[in-house]
């Protein structure tokens, strides 16, 4: 996929968009998830947010929220992945990614320390199955907030453009989902696709950035 691919009404390049499902605020996405206002992905939420148990700033939510869709795991899935904020390895082919966003509870608390795992395949849409390229996690910081850079991955047979997330909180069940891009032809033939999973996507430079938050069980 290439920026072109995406529909202007769909690149948000004032900033980035946090899409939340379940919460009300200023635009509501296809799902009936909530988009906070441009800044607010950039913006630092304040200290005391975890501690109060609301959303960081920025982040617009009304508990109960509705947890992100579980999807199949999928085929491919290899544990033991590194902890990693960077996966695109020097000379790698696609269009760079940075993939960034929040993991709440359906009460609208921020998860500090969640597990955030993501796989997928590359480019030209092939999985590393020997080895653990475009396969890693990061740890979300006191906001709930994570960070992971990679590529946008290529189509395969019989499935549109995805990454697998694997979402843990500290002594939590792991939520297993998908991830998908807007103005993709192949999402309405996928059987797997749901518009609520959909990123946010801006373009950055030469690259995309592709936001979402991630509501896991209280």
């Avoid at 499902?21 to 996405?29: H, L, M």
């Avoid at 950039?42 to 509705?66: E, H, I, K, M, N």
């Avoid at 390229?133 to 590529?151: A, E, K, N, P």
Wanted: charged share 10%; with cysteine.
């Amino acid at each position: 996929m290439t920026i072109s691919h995406v529909p202007r009404r769909l690149v948000l390049s004032a900033g980035l968009v946090v899409l939340l499902a379940g919460c009300t605020g200023v635009a509501t996405s296809p799902s009936g998830s909530v988009a906070t206002p441009s800044t607010s992905a950039s913006a630092t939420a304040p200290s005391s947010a975890a501690a109060t148990g609301s959303a960081p700033t920025g982040l617009v939510c009304t508990a109960p929220a509705s947890p992100t869709l579980a999807v199949t795991e999928g085929p491919y899935y290899k544990a033991g992945a590194p902890e990693s904020t960077d996966l695109v390895q020097p000379g790698m082919a696609g269009t760079r990614l940075t993939l960034t966003g929040y993991v709440m509870t359906t009460a609208c608390a921020p998860v500090a320390n969640a597990k955030v795992e993501i796989w997928q395949a590359d480019a030209s849409g092939a999985y590393d199955n020997n080895g653990y390229t475009l396969r890693g996690y990061v740890l979300t910081d006191g906001q709930g907030r994570f960070t992971i850079q990679t590529v946008v991955p290529g189509e395969y047979p019989g499935r549109t453009e995805h990454i697998h997330v694997k979402v843990t909180p500290p002594g939590g069940t792991t939520l297993t989902t998908q991830l998908f891009f807007p103005g993709t032809t192949a999402n309405d033939d996928d059987a797997i696709y749901d518009p609520s999973l959909l990123l946010a996507i801006s373009e950055q430079g030469s690259g995309l950035v592709g936001t979402f938050t991630f509501v896991v069980p209280a």
